[in-house]
Every structure is written in C-alpha cells, then in structure tokens.
T-cell receptor
Framework: EPEVTQTPSHQVTQMGQEVILRCVPI?????FYWYRQILGQKVEFLVSFYNNEISEKSEIFDDQFSVERPDGSNFTLKIRSTKLEDSAMYFC????????????FGNGTRLTVT | AQTVTQSQPEMSVQEAETVTLSCTYDTSESDYYLFWYKQPPSRQMILVIR??????QNATENRFSVNFQKAAKSFSLKISDSQLGDAAMYFC?????????????FGAGTRLTVKP
C-alpha cells in the first residue's frame, strides 16, 4: 500500500537556522497538509496545499513558514529562522479527491531546536 | 471555527473488555466528516474509522464502532474486545465538507492504556 514518506525522521538544528522538512505524498493524491504536534500535546493544523497554492493556513503558519511543491513528487515545509518553540513533531499528510477521503499521514519528522 | 473536544485525557481498559472514548465538536455546518485516528508509540497517525455526517448509520470497522449523535454533536468511539495493541493515543478529528475548507481539526487526544 502506498505511503506518505517524510525525511529526515529526526532533525536537530540551532536556533535561528533554516530547516527544510521533506515529504513525498502518495502519488495520486491532490491535497497536501502539514501538521505539527508539540510533545504531549494535540495535533495542530499548519497549512493545506492544493493546485500548487496554499488553500488554508492557521495562525501558527506565520511568515517564518513556507511550503513548496518543487516538482511532481516532493512537498516541503521550510522554517526560515527556527525558534526553540518550533521543536515538535511535524507530520505531512495527503489525500485524494473527494470530501470524505481521509488524510494519510507520514511517520513524522521530529524537529529539535537547540 | 470548528472545535473538537476530547474530555478524557486518559482512559484504561482491561484486555478483552470494551471501552468508549468520547468526542464532541462544535460546528454550524450541516455537512462534514468525522474521523478517529490512532497514534501508537511509533507516533504514526493511523486512521481507525470515519463517519459522514449525512449518514445516520453508525460506522463500524471490525472491533471499532462509533456512536454518532448529530444533534448532540457527539462522536464517540467504542473499542470492543480490547487488545494490547490498541494501546495508543486516540484523536478525534473533524473536517468540513465545504470546498474551500478542507483541513482537518483534531481534539487533544485520549491516551488509552490496555491492562493485561
């Protein structure tokens, strides 16, 4: 069964550095998402992406965040200048067309900002 | 904005017994979708079950079933014959059916412990 894949599984970076989290959604999916989960807390929506543009973003997704689909397969989340509070698990998800289609999640990237 | 509330931070159940996890949500929309996701220690998010709001019949997936009460905006998950592998965080999630609002909102989660 096809899966959403995320790399790396764990990223350690220093405060102020830029990080790029990478995701390869399921190939025939059209909607892409990033969520984050601070340790022990709820899963929070960051951004959704469809038809090569952001369709919705949360208040968390400020100017420090950006997403890109540079080619036909990758979907990236960039954090320009990381802060300590950006430390979290970041999940990529995708789904196919259809309102009732569920999100398929990757295994996540654990980002640690020191 | 839609909110999802899981009022039970932790639950425990004896192996082979039945447990019900609660979820309520707040929305002004009439058409939407509800989901339960499981997050084991591996941290992967795994879909357990989903329900379309326009369907009156409660969804069932093997040992997992829901009690969907649209008027009460309640969507509880029942796990029958609990197994050790069911131990995980369980997240309830809501997604609107509106075309321009396609993200999913999660509750805070319920940590389920299964006792042997």
């Amino acid at each position: 069964e096809p899966e959403v894949t995320q790399t790396p599984s764990h990223q350690v970076t220093q405060m102020g550095q830029e990080v790029i989290l990478r995701c390869v959604p399921i190939s025939n999916h059209l909607y892409f998402y990033w969520y984050r989960q601070i340790l022990g807390q709820k899963v929070e929506f960051l951004v959704s992406f469809y038809n090569n543009e952001i369709s919705e973003k949360s208040e968390i997704f400020d100017d420090q965040f950006s997403v890109e689909r540079p080619d036909g397969s990758n979907f990236t989340l960039k954090i320009r200048s990381t802060k300590l509070e950006d430390s979290a698990m970041y999940f990529c998800a995708s789904r196919r067309q259809g309102y009732n289609s569920p999100l398929h999640f990757g295994n996540g990237t654990r980002l640690t900002v020191t | 904005a839609q909110t999802v509330t899981q009022s039970q931070p932790e639950m425990s159940v004896q192996e082979a017994e039945t447990v019900t996890l609660s979820c309520t949500y707040d929305t002004s929309e009439s058409d939407y979708y509800l989901f339960w996701y499981k997050q084991p220690p591996s941290r992967q998010m795994i879909l357990v079950i989903r329900q379309e709001a326009y369907k009156q019949q409660n969804a069932t997936e093997n040992r997992f079933s829901v009690n969907f009460q649209k008027a009460a905006k309640s969507f509880s998950l029942k796990i029958s014959d609990s197994q050790l592998g069911d131990a995980a965080m369980y997240f309830c999630a809501y997604r609107s059916a509106l075309a321009n609002n396609n993200d999913m909102r999660f509750g805070a989660g319920t940590r389920l412990t299964v006792k042997p």
